[in-house]
């Protein structure tokens, strides 16, 4: 037999070891191999929902708050603004590009967001068959709409009141669907977009030439801002605090504040794995050391039967790295099942992580796995280099 297989059949002699190291091994990478691609998936997430968003303005409350609910659709807004205020905000000579949304409805946990093209051209929105909203009602809804809830061109449904509740219907008006958006891999894929115009009709709000009485009632839920220039950055936000009824949030800022909080916990948790890594290494080692002194014999035998002392090292070796390396994948492989599992039992389509999921960085932590191995069985492995044959042999 070769050096792996004498390696396999030693580390299967003892089944409960071997699966009590491996089990170790495969927590402590899972944990990592977890917090990697969460970690990493939600970052991506988040700058992907924020790109070429400079500023949300809203009514006053929590800054987090608003940027959750305006960019990332996952919490509940602060309340509503003034069109006019809002739309003299949008006149300033900062601001390249206004963004209005209105918030309030639902249809099946999917947010159905009031707005209008320039939304389309802030996002890069693109439709994979259809076309967008045209008339009120009329709505275009995100690839994941599409295939969670199997709808196409032409179905109708109705809204519910609410950003999450499906008990309080809007019986009174039908939503068309007229167009379908091409994945983009943010968060428009779990949205249904119409009009703002609609949201306001919906709620018993005229619009048009002939709503004048309505005018001063109108609201929105926030604006997505885009300066005009990098001057802007300092004195818009202070314009916005200052002078109006109305809050203004970063999107950059308030998200480096959300990351720094997850990351409490993050590291926390690294530390857990490390510690699972460490005792798993140390527990690696002990087999090993035990296991040699009960096998000292037999390799000397193999020393008198023409084993050098080199292929006794190697094997005490592989033992070690073997052990260690296949905890290191299945641990991997773990952490991606969960993952995905974590995922499918999220509540906010909009965050959800996915398994299906693969980074470079993940062949360093079969790397560490490996020297891991290394470490813990080098000991043993001198050990068994440097064992007198004639005096092992002669205790029998």
Known sequence: MNSIQISWKSLLFNRLTFFLN???????????????????????????????????????????????????FIDFPTGNISLEDAQHLS?????????????????????????????????????????FWKNDFDVVIGSEVARVKKLKIGDKFHGSHGLSSD????????????????????????????GVESIWKMHGMESGDHASDDIGKREITSLLIQYRSRMSIVLFPMLVNKSTSMQAASPAKESARLFSLIGIGV????????TLMFIAAVSVFVSLYNSLKERMYDLAVMRVTG???????????????????????????????????IGRFQDSPQARLTGFYFMPEELYLIAAGFFIGILASILPAIQAYRADISKTISKG
């Open 167 to 194: 008990q309080d219907i809007h019986e009174g008006s039908q939503n068309l669907i007229t167009g379908v958006l091409a994945p983009t891999g943010n968060a428009t894929d779990n949205l249904v977009l119409t």
């Open 91 to 131: 006149r300033n000579p900062m601001v390249k590009r206004a963004v209005p949304l209105a918030l309030g409805d639902n249809y099946a946990g999917f947010r159905i967001v009031g707005t209008d093209t320039s939304f389309i051209n802030l996002y890069h929105l693109k439709l994979a068959e259809g076309k």
């Open 307 to 341: 084993a050098s002392q080199f292929r006794i090292f190697n094997i005490i070796l592989l033992e070690g790295v073997m052990l260690t390396t296949i905890g290191s994948v299945l641990g991997m492989l773990a952490g991606h099942i969960c993952l995905d599992l």
């Open 267 to 274: 590291e926390t948790a690294e530390w857990f794995a490390f």
């Open 22 to 72: 491996v089990l170790l091994i495969a927590f402590g990478t899972g944990m990592l191999t977890l917090l990697l691609l969460g970690f990493t998936q939600a970052g991506e997430k988040l700058k992907g929902n924020a790109r070429g968003i400079d500023l949300v303005v809203g009514a006053k409350g929590s800054p987090l708050q608003l940027i959750l609910s305006s960019i990332y």
